[in-house]
């Protein structure tokens, strides 16, 4: 399993980590920062990254505690995205989870490249393909918001 002391080593842009328990390292708190040139550029999105005990085999679960509006995110903050889940359980398959470091970066890509074909939020995903200036200030709210909260 990858490390909280690896990503330490090897950081991902825009990524940063640590244990929620250090009695745990099944949980990571973990803060992402919006991609450059992205209607999410400059937010600060906090989440729950967790493990399962089989992992690589099966891949951790990541929840935004931060506000999120994303077609590929529940509004629950529950992330969907097809690396994120179990084998057999995505149309789009699953490769064996690479590191928690590889994960980050799968989830700043999403935000980069939202998925609107099978969404997790409809309506955002309906408002990012037909009203994309409804969806740019909703986002933009948001960022704003995030970094308020600094």
Not at 32 to 54: E, K, Q, R, V
Not at 71 to 97: F, Q, T, W
Not at 101 to 126: K, Y
Request: glycine fraction near 8%; charged fraction near 20%.
């Amino acid at each position: 399993m990858v490390t909280i002391a690896d990503l330490s080593k090897h950081p991902v842009d825009g990524f940063s980590a640590g244990l929620v328990d250090d009695s745990n390292i099944f949980e990571w708190s973990v803060t992402i920062i919006g991609p450059p040139d992205t209607y999410y550029d400059g937010g600060f999105y906090n989440a729950l990254m967790t493990f399962p005990s089989d992992y690589p085999n099966n891949p951790p679960s990541v929840k935004f505690i931060s506000e999120m509006w994303h077609p590929n995110v529940y509004p629950d903050g529950k992330v969907y995205v097809s690396i994120l889940h179990a084998p057999g359980d995505d149309p789009n398959g699953y490769e064996l989870a690479s590191g928690g470091g590889c994960q980050s970066i799968r989830i700043i890509s999403m935000l980069s490249c939202p998925n609107d074909e099978s969404p997790a939020n409809v309506d955002a995903a309906i408002e990012w393909r037909d009203k994309k200036d409804a969806f740019k200030k909703r986002v933009g709210r948001i960022v704003r918001r995030s970094q308020e909260m600094l």
